[in-house]
C-alpha cells in the first residue's frame, strides 16, 4: 500500500495514507457483508492518483455468497491528516 501512495499534504509520512486505506477497507468490507455476503475479498485498494483527488481511496473487490459472487468497485473520500 505505502508505494502506490501518492498525497501531497503527508508526503514525508504515509501513515495518515495508510491509515486512510485500512479505514476505507473495513468500511467497504463492512458494507458488503451488511448486504449478506459471507466473504470479501479486496483485490485493488489504493490512493487515488488522479490530479486533484489525493483525498480519495479507490479499490475493487469482490464478495461471496449464498448466490454466488459479485464484483464491486469503491472509493472513500478521506481526510489524509485524521487517516
Do not use: H, K
Not at 34 to 57: F, K, L, Q, T
Amino acid at each position: 500500500m505505502g508505494p502506490n501512495w501518492r498525497g501531497d499534504s503527508d508526503r514525508g509520512n504515509n501513515g495518515g495514507a495508510n491509515r486512510a486505506i485500512q479505514s476505507c477497507r473495513t468500511a467497504a468490507e463492512a458494507r458488503v457483508m451488511r448486504d449478506g455476503y459471507d466473504r470479501v475479498e479486496v483485490a485493488n485498494i489504493r490512493m487515488d492518483d488522479a490530479p486533484g483527488r489525493n483525498d480519495w481511496v479507490v479499490g475493487n473487490l469482490r464478495a461471496f455468497g449464498r448466490r454466488g459472487a459479485d464484483a464491486f468497485n469503491f472509493s472513500c473520500s478521506v481526510d489524509l491528516r485524521a487517516g
